[in-house]
């Protein structure tokens, strides 16, 4: 890791950054004008009128490249959100000067953490270019990985082409690996930060490895060292972040209401919530009568983070003392950046009467159809209780009659408790209401209301 230790020995003078206002970022001298999956992969940064940076095209939405080019100041904090500079991505156009791909404004940044990595989202998917895997193995000393950027080269800089070189893994650290050029002239320079490293997997595929982070930048013009051997900042073990956080296009939190239950006097609420906007735990707000209570919805839910790709710290269970007597819930998930807060619920129940209790379990919709699904249960009576589904104002009588063992066994009543409910609808908005019909004293619940669309 000798290079390493140069590079930070001689990082105040500022001689081997890959970063700098004014002047574009990283390159590969000399190297070929990359083609085929390696162009695809490499993206061109220009962030306000005089900084640009590299990066790599993940998928249709997401860039990721060095958290540094957007910091406002040397070792600044870059802050998730809106890019504190105008930014756009150039995918698909390893030539500046011809019409290919496509010039895509930047309006998000997801920061790691703790590495020099961001993911930068496009305002508009590009759907026509091919966004590269990240690597699931690590890097190994002796491997040969493709560096690409449109940095400056020995002669320009600010080139009209994106470059590529081959270069080899020297030593693999915790989150970074050296790497050394291959060949006389090939190297990293300003304006290759964050460019990607490439493995070549089979002819014509590769996957991302690193991104550049720093680099002696010999032979970069401008620079009087030889040296020509590089840090990168490693992403296969960032691979499940990138997961997390780079394939979701959502602004708006999802979740549900999964069930609502009163013993004793204590209501108990459950379900999960997730904002696509950010890996962290959502906030959630119950409000019952008005009166609300933030929590997080971060305990384990597996299935959750299974059936959407996000971390398993998804759930959340409220509970609350209450007075006889009837009782209105909402539960609200709260937004990450653009956007509004998801109303993942709303119930009317009661408390020392004997209305019915149910829930709308999942609300899905496919080729113009929704499914509703969930259980209601009467218990003044143990025949099956009528539902009434009402979807823009037109509703559907039927009965929760299916087989719910495991409402049964939570309630202590007959299993037939479920309902399903189908309809065709036409493309657009809709709001749907799900209501079990009362029995005897008390009045009808509201199951769950939810806006959707087809």
């Known amino acids: 890791m000798g290079m390493r230790r140069a590079w930070m020995a001689r990082a105040a003078a500022g001689a081997v950054a890959l970063v700098c206002a004014g002047v574009p970022a990283a390159q590969a001298v000399q190297g070929a004008v990359p083609s085929g999956a390696v162009a695809a992969a490499t993206v061109k940064l220009s962030i306000g009128v005089d900084r640009a940076c590299s990066g790599a095209l993940l998928n249709e939405s997401w860039v990721v490249t060095a958290a540094s080019c957007f910091a406002t100041a040397p070792g600044a904090v870059v802050a998730p959100g809106a890019p504190p500079h105008v930014t756009t991505a150039t995918v698909g156009r390893p030539d500046l000067t011809g019409t290919a791909g496509h010039v895509v404004r930047v309006d998000r940044l997801v920061p790691h953490p703790d590495r020099d990595v961001v993911l930068a989202r496009l ?37 009209d082409t994106a470059h590529a070189a081959t270069f080899t893994v020297a030593a693999v650290g915790a989150g970074t690996l050296d790497i050394q050029a291959d060949a006389p002239g090939a190297t990293i320079c300003k304006g290759d930060a964050g460019g990607p490293a490439l493995r070549t997997t ?10 550049h982070h720093t680099a002696y930048q010999g032979g970069c013009l401008g620079q009087t060292t030889t040296q020509q ?27 549900a209401v999964e069930s609502l239950t009163v013993d004793s006097g204590r209501v108990t609420i459950t379900g999960w919530a997730w904002d696509p906007d950010t890996s962290a735990p959502t906030d959630v707000h119950v409000y019952i009568d008005g009166a609300g209570v933030p929590m997080r919805a971060d305990l384990d839910r597996p299935d959750i983070a299974a059936a959407h790709g996000t971390a398993p710290a998804r759930g959340y269970v409220h509970t609350r003392d209450l007075a006889p007597g009837e009782h209105y819930a909402c539960v609200y998930a709260i937004n990450v950046g653009p956007g509004e807060n998801t109303v993942l ?20 919709v496919d080729a113009g159809r929704v499914t509703i699904t969930g259980w209601a249960w009467d218990p003044d009576t143990s025949a ?46 809709h709001y749907a209401c799900v209501y079990a019909i009362n029995v005897g004293p008390g009045e009808n619940t509201v199951l769950g209301c939810h806006t959707f669309s087809a």
């Open 123 to 159: 305002a508009s998917p590009v759907t026509d270019v091919a966004g590269v895997v990240v690597a699931a193995t690590a890097p190994v000393p002796g491997e040969k990985l493709t560096v690409t950027g449109f940095g400056r080269t020995a002669t320009q800089w600010v080139p």
């Open 345 to 364: 619920g709303c119930h009317t129940f009661s408390v020392g009467t004997r209305t019915p209790v149910g829930a709308v379990e999942s609300l899905t």
């Open 202 to 211: 089979a002819p014509g595929a590769v996957e991302l490895v690193a991104i």
């Open 384 to 429: 099956p209780t009528d539902v009434h589904v009402y979807i823009d104002g037109a509703g559907v009588p039927m009965r929760a009659d299916l087989d719910r063992p495991d409402i049964a066994a939570a309630h202590g009543t007959a299993p037939a408790r479920g309902y399903v409910h189908t309809r065709d609808l036409a493309p657009g908005e």
């Open 229 to 255: 051997g590089a840090t990168e900042t490693r992403l296969d073990d960032l691979r499940q972040w990138i997961a997390w956080n780079a394939t979701l296009t959502q602004e708006r939190p999802v979740g």
